[in-house]
């Protein structure tokens, strides 16, 4: 290439680079930017309340058949509708709903072995026509899988097959060309967090279910904690007998700091505890300290949990008796540790 047939492909070369940089953007003031955000969720707000007036026996049956699916709950979309379907069935998985995103282009490639006749199919499609989900359709009829369609045309090929049809239309996207999905993909998520829950209550799912289910996470590691993890025990648990002097017994509550401490009898067995409450029932009552024995001034019958609840339970039976410590008993009601609210802190339980 000589010199002349070079620069001028150089020449070439740069001018199609400095097309394809992207243009500068205008400069937007404030007032602008808030203005847009506003209206966005203006928008959205909207398309989710428009829901409420569709729900109706459809929603029910919908959720019907999802509770007597034997098998999985495939969620399929594409595009957009694709990434919300992933994070519906990642709820409905985490939520007591066996669930899992199925990619429609995938399944025409091999995927569609992933489906069998127990299972049952939410597709996420806002035209109806998605071409990747229509060609699933044969598949679905020939298993006789029930086929619920979440979508914005309920006259589609889609909302027309279909075995349930949730609408999920908005009226105008959120963004200003009425083209990139937004709204529309909001009151789809929207619908499919609304399935969940009203699956999740039907279940009696729990607090502890849920925490099973998210072992590795914050609330699992909250959740599934026992009493026993988190309590002390040994020395580090105050306790005295009914005739330890109130002196003595503030000694050890103070030595311990747990903010009490637990009156045992002989047999190790629970008899009253003293707390920071009953110190000062006891001095108002001008007590003598080196007289007056623990039996005289403790709480009986005081609240304990055992060292196999979790630590929730805990959390609950302080909250609920206004009380900041608890001894800790075994089976047979012996005491083999204590807590307070400091404990549950540090174990990140509340």
Known sequence: MDFARRFAFESRFRASIVRMQPPTAPQADATQLLASARRTLQIEARAIEGLQERLDAGFAEACRLCLGCKGRVV???????GHVARKVASTLASTGTPAFFLHPAEAAH???????????????????????????????KRLGVPLITFTGNPRSTLGSIATVVLNVGVADEACPL???????TTAALAMGDALAVALLEARGFTREAYAEAHP?????????????EVMRTGDAVPRVSPTTTLGEGLLEMSKKGLGMTVV???????????TDGDLRRALDS????????????????????????????????????????LPVTDEHGELIGALNVHDLLRAGVV
């Not at 969620?75 to 509708?81: E, F, N, P, R, Y």
């Not at 590795?216 to 026993?228: A, P």
């Not at 045992?264 to 003293?274: L, P, R, T, Y």
């Not at 005289?296 to 979790?310: F, Y």
């Open 264 to 274: 045992v009898d002989a047999a190790g067995k629970i008899v009253g505890v003293f």
């Open 286 to 325: 001008q007590v003598d300290i080196h007289k007056t024995h623990m039996s005289s001034v403790m709480t009986r019958k005081p609240k304990s949990i055992t060292a196999q609840s979790l630590a929730t339970q805990a959390v609950h039976l302080m909250e609920q008796h206004r009380i900041t410590a």
């Open 178 to 184: 009425n083209l990139a999905p937004t709204a529309s």
């Open 216 to 228: 590795g996470g914050n609330l699992g590691r909250r959740v599934l904690k026992h009493v026993e």
């Open 75 to 81: 969620v399929t979309g594409m595009g957009k509708s």
């Open 110 to 140: 091999g995927d569609l072995g992933m489906i069998t006749q127990a299972d049952l199919v939410i597709a996420l499609t806002n035209s109806g026509e998605t071409p990747e989900i229509v060609l699933l359709l044969p598949h679905l």
